[in-house]
Nanobody, 127 residues
Framework: QVQLVESGGGLVQPGGSLRLSCSASGFSLDSKTIGWFRQAPGKEREGVACISNTDGETYVPDSVKGRFTISRDNAKNRFYLQMDSLKPEDTAVYYC????????????????????WGQGTQVTVSS
């Protein structure tokens, strides 16, 4: 089966940390741009991080810069999102995705345009 599966979500206090993982099966993440999106109730989908395997270029938006870090382990066909200093506004369902597009185009794609898209994992930041 070809799929991406997220894990690592849960409930965390403000200021806390979580580490999300995305495991790929049925295909290789090599030579693909990979990244993370989030969707909160009543809000638009937001890209939070991406990284290219061609040159290691990464991008994170200002909303999470300095707090979220993306990394990949191609040997394990898996990538991660380390989230530190979490805020209540970070509460959302987090999705991982992979695509053949360049990293700078990644956040511009519609959901249906991605080569691969995960099922999501809930992250709740609350006191």
């Amino acid at each position: 089966q070809v799929q991406l599966v997220e894990s690592g979500g849960g409930l965390v206090q403000p200021g806390g940390s979580l580490r999300l993982s995305c495991s790929a099966s049925g295909f290789s993440l090599d030579s693909k741009t990979i990244g993370w999106f989030r969707q909160a109730p009543g809000k638009e989908r937001e890209g939070v991080a991406c990284i290219s395997n061609t040159d290691g270029e990464t991008y994170v938006p200002d909303s999470v810069k300095g707090r979220f870090t993306i990394s990949r382990d191609n040997a394990k066909n898996r990538f991660y999102l380390q989230m530190d200093s979490l805020k209540p506004e970070d509460t959302a369902v987090y999705y991982c995705a992979a695509d053949h597009s360049d990293w700078y185009q990644f956040f511009l794609l519609d959901t249906h345009e991605f080569d691969y898209w995960g099922q999501g994992t809930q992250v709740t930041v609350s006191s």
